[in-house]
Each structure stands twice: as structure tokens, then as C-alpha cells.
């Protein structure tokens, strides 16, 4: 490892442009990284916010979930049948706050459960960001299908959906607005044997997720960017040092000659692979976790500990397979002929 060392000192100029190079990729794709889960949470945080289980529409829907109707009596087998299950709905619509702005929502009711707001009549519970936005409790919001006023009660902390606050209305209410009182989706925690039901589709939860078109589309082409930058970084990787080990095969002839190893040759490499890395990566993590806290609250960005935990290993293994790749010449590499050729 000293030598490892010894060689990134003579050449710190080379080591520098890869670590700044690496350092910018994994700088971009925490950012990145953060937007999309930031996305994930503005436009399905009401789903991401339940345990896991199963949701459950009509076949007929044809997974899309807003044609789906269950009829009462299903829903009422069903929800006898299977604790803590409940049927819920979601529209998208408008309210009218005290100064006569519209705001977007995306209306939620549901039947009596653990996991979802339950008000009362001409009552409604937003999420947190209305609160952000001016709107406070006491206050009364119009609706133009809706004959009295809403009073808001409460707020929610990640209740978003279709990048709209949630707006939890009862189900009288919902029935006046939309006209029905049928429910579109039933939602069963997980416990054991998925349950099946005659003209009922199942979804676990990210498959529900990407029955909605939005989000699929959305993620979709964050992550693919994501995979995409780290592809560029492995590849950036083995150039490097493929392109340093051509310069070097005078050196690794020598140093085979003397007796070193081609193992000891390829833990050289290793080594500076990972101190690089290392370093490149504990300053983009510390400058996206800055990012993380101070980001505007208009910009939906949401950096986990645990995302920032399988990049940065991704990143590892994505350096050492590139490291290794290019290191592969080393082996064929025969002493005697690598010194008539010199180093370059």
C-alpha cells in the first residue's frame, strides 16, 4: 500500500482530475437521486406513507384505478371479513379559500380505519403544505359542486398526491360533490396469504404505484439517468487506469521481475480506486446533505440516509469492477518484455 500511496503523490495532478470527475458524477446523481424520491413523495405520497399490503380494484378498471367502482355489498363482505382493511377513494378537484383563490386538491374519503383521516361532515384535514401556503385551522374553503363550506380541522404531513395537497373530506360530502358513494379501491395491510376476491384485481404497493401513469413515467426517467451516470463513472474508472497501466508496463515489468506479485499489483490499484472514491464521495454526500436541508420547500427534494447508503456502495463496486477490468493486461504482462519496451 505504500507504494500505492507514493505513486498518487508523484502523480497528484492525474489522481486529482479522476477524483474531481468522480466527485461531480456522484454529486449529480445525489442530486438527482433526492429530486426523484423528492417526485416520488409530491406525486404518491398518500400511498408511500402505508404500510405495505395490498390494494385491491374491479377488473374491470382495467388497472386504472379512477374506473374502478366496488360495489357495496363486495365492499361490505370484504371489509367484514379482513381487520383493519378499508375502502377509500381519490378525486382530484378545487377548493375556494377565504380570499376567493382556487388551490388544487386531490380529495380523499374513506371508511373508518387506522390509516387514513376520518372527519365528519362539512369538515376537512389538509396536508401540511396549505398550512405553508397561508391557509390555517378554523378556516372555511368553498367547493362549486358543494352546497355549505369546509372547515379545515387539522393537517397531515406527507399527504400528497398527483403533486396536489390531500384534501380528507367525509364520504356525505364526497357522495354531494362527485355524485357517488361507491368506492374505488380497497386497501388490505399486510398479514400472511394474499386474499383473493372474485372481480377484484390485486396490487402490492409498488405495483399500484405504477398502475399510476404519472409517477411511472416520472421515475422511470430519473432512474434511468441515475443508473445511467453511475454506467459513466465505472467507465471512467477503467479508462483511467487502463490508460495509466499502458504508461506503466515498464514499471510492472520490473516490479514482476523483483518478485511482486500480480495480486499485490492489483491491491495497488484497489487502493487508490478506494481512496479516491472515498474521498470524492464524503464530499458530495456532505454537499447534497447540505442541499437536503437547506432546499427551497417549492423544490420537491428528499434525500434519505439509507439512498445515500446504496449509492455510495453502488459506486464502490462499480470502482472495483472498473479498477479490475482494466487491470486484467496486468497479468499478461512478461517481465522481461515490458522492460525492453521501457515505460513510457
Do not use: C
Amino acid at each position: 500500500m505504500n507504494i500505492a500511496w507514493k505513486e498518487m503523490k508523484k502523480s497528484k495532478a492525474r489522481f486529482l482530475i479522476l477524483g474531481s470527475i468522480v466527485f461531480l458524477v456522484s454529486l449529480l446523481t445525489f442530486i438527482i437521486s433526492g429530486l426523484a424520491n423528492g417526485l416520488s413523495l409530491d406525486s404518491a405520497g398518500l400511498i408511500k406513507d402505508l404500510p405495505d399490503g395490498q390494494f385491491y380494484m374491479t377488473k374491470e378498471a382495467n388497472q386504472t384505478y379512477s374506473m374502478s367502482r366496488i360495489d357495496h355489498s363486495i365492499q361490505n363482505q370484504i371489509l367484514s371479513k379482513q381487520k383493519d382493511a378499508a375502502a377509500f377513494s381519490i378525486q382530484m378537484g378545487f377548493l375556494n379559500d377565504r380570499d376567493g383563490k382556487q388551490r388544487s386538491f386531490a380529495f380523499v374519503t374513506a371508511t373508518k380505519s387506522t390509516w387514513f383521516k376520518n372527519v365528519e361532515k362539512g369538515e376537512v384535514v389538509l396536508d401540511k403544505s396549505m398550512e405553508d401556503d397561508g391557509i390555517k385551522i378554523g378556516d372555511s374553503l368553498t367547493n362549486n359542486q358543494y352546497k355549505g363550506k369546509f372547515v379545515v380541522k387539522g393537517f397531515v404531513n406527507n399527504s400528497k398526491y398527483s403533486h396536489a395537497a390531500v384534501a380528507y373530506i367525509s364520504m356525505e360530502d364526497y357522495k354531494e360533490i362527485y355524485g357517488t358513494d361507491e368506492m374505488q379501491l380497497i386497501f388490505i395491510p399486510e398479514g400472511g396469504t394474499v386474499p383473493t376476491f372474485s372481480g377484484m384485481e390485486s396490487f402490492s404497493n409498488n405495483q399500484f404505484l405504477n398502475t399510476i401513469s404519472s409517477y411511472k413515467s416520472e421515475q422511470m426517467s430519473l432512474n434511468m439517468i441515475i443508473w445511467f451516470l453511475v454506467v459513466i463513472s465505472g467507465m471512467l474508472f477503467a479508462i483511467f487506469f487502463y490508460m495509466m497501466n499502458v504508461q506503466k508496463i515498464g514499471l510492472y515489468g520490473i516490479l514482476k521481475a523483483i518478485g511482486v506479485k500480480t495480486s499485490t499489483l492489483f491491491k495497488i490499484m484497489w487502493a487508490q480506486m478506494v481512496f479516491i472514491t472515498v474521498i470524492a464521495l464524503s464530499i458530495s454526500i456532505s454537499l447534497s446533505q447540505i442541499f437536503n436541508k437547506v432546499a427551497p420547500k417549492g423544490i420537491p427534494f428528499s434525500l434519505t440516509t439509507e439512498t445515500t447508503a446504496q449509492l455510495s456502495i453502488v459506486f464502490l463496486i462499480i470502482g472495483f469492477v472498473g479498477a479490475t477490468l482494466s487491470g486484467l493486461q496486468v497479468k499478461t504482462i512478461q517481465p522481461l518484455q515490458a522492460i525492453q519496451q521501457g515505460e513510457v
